[in-house]
C-alpha cells in the first residue's frame, strides 16, 4: 500500500486504472444503467468513458461533482 491521498490533482488514468476501469465495466454488463455522471477531471472522464462505451450508456459530466476526504464524493 502506497498511503497516499489523491485530492483535486489532474492527473491522467495510467494503464493499471485503464484496466480497472474495463473490469468495472464488465462487472456492471448484468446491471440496469440508464447512464453515467462524471466530474470533469481527466482521469475520471477516461473511467467513465471505458464504462459507459462498454455499457454504451449515455455520460453526462458534471463539474459539480468533486473528490474530497478519503474519495468520498459530493454534490456542491
Known sequence: M??????????PLNDVGRLQARALANRLM??????????????AKETADIVAGTLRR???????IKVFGMQAMRFI
Request: net charge neutral; glycine share 4%; proline share 0%.
Open 2 to 11: 502506497e498511503r497516499r491521498a489523491q485530492g483535486q490533482s489532474d492527473i
Open 30 to 43: 448484468n446491471e440496469q444503467w440508464d447512464f453515467l455522471f462524471s466530474s470533469d477531471l481527466s482521469r
Open 58 to 64: 449515455l455520460l453526462k459530466r458534471n463539474m459539480s
